[in-house]
T-cell receptor, first 110, second 111 residues
Framework: KQEVTQIPAALSVPEGENLVLNCSFTDSAIYNLQWFRQDPGKGLTSLLLIQSSQREQTSGRLNASLDKSSGRSTLYIAASQPGDSATYLCAVEAGDKIIFGKGTRLHILP | DVKVTQSSRYLVKRTGEKVFLECVQDMDHENMFWYRQDPGLGLRLIYFSYDVKMKEKGDIPEGYSVSREKKERFSLILESASTNQTSMYLC??????????FGSGTRLTVV
């Protein structure tokens, strides 16, 4: 059974720092991996999608990598800003389901 | 950009009421999903649909039903609302391997 884990559950960093969020999954047979952002009380906003044949995707200050063999993905955020404060969720699509991690709650300190 | 629209941001309903949560997507996606999200439990799949008139149970279908009469619309129905169905409800759509797009969520409170 596929399980997705995100550690840490919460993270606080000063503004301007570069940071890495981690996601691990137990079964490497995935179709794709997607990173989402969720602001309090809101829906999920897709940030980056990495298909199984890809190793990374970039959008602005965000870079996501995927290593299927080791069951890991990272989301790199460069030059963090207070507006980056949110919960970041990782999700893997395998078979007919998408499995979500519990998320990392990120707080950027001004 | 794909848009997934959930008709209500906030709803307050009474115990025993029949509740309809509506979701519409505008990009002809085949697949649609309903999740609920609760603190500490993450997102849990209630029902999903891969085509019109088709529906499949997810992980927690008890107390819910769905309707998909048109491709763009997927409705979640709480047959008799109970307080333990107070939650954030999220609708999503997808197509092939192009990832999921979520709506903005409906915060339902059952009193």
């Amino acid at each position: 059974k596929q399980e997705v884990t995100q550690i840490p559950a919460a993270l606080s960093v000063p503004e301007g720092e570069n940071l890495v969020l981690n996601c691990s999954f137990t079964d490497s047979a995935i179709y794709n991996l997607q990173w989402f952002r969720q602001d309090p009380g809101k829906g999920l906003t897709s940030l980056l999608l990495i298909q199984s044949s890809q190793r990374e995707q970039t959008s602005g200050r965000l870079n996501a990598s995927l290593d299927k063999s080791s069951g890991r993905s990272t989301l790199y955020i460069a030059a963090s800003q207070p507006g980056d404060s949110a919960t970041y969720l990782c999700a893997v699509e395998a078979g007919d389901k998408i499995i979500f991690g519990k998320g990392t709650r990120l707080h950027i300190l001004p | 950009d794909v848009k997934v629209t959930q008709s209500s941001r906030y709803l307050v309903k009474r115990t025993g009421e029949k509740v309809f949560l509506e979701c519409v997507q505008d990009m002809d996606h085949e697949n649609m999903f309903w999740y609920r999200q609760d603190p500490g439990l993450g997102l849990r799949l209630i029902y999903f649909s891969y085509d019109v008139k088709m529906k499949e149970k997810g992980d927690i279908p008890e107390g819910y039903s769905v309707s998909r009469e048109k491709k763009e619309r997927f409705s979640l129905i709480l047959e008799s609302a109970s307080t333990n169905q107070t939650s954030m409800y999220l609708c999503a759509s997808s197509f092939d391997d192009y990832g999921y797009t979520f709506g903005s969520g409906t915060r339902l409170t059952v009193v």
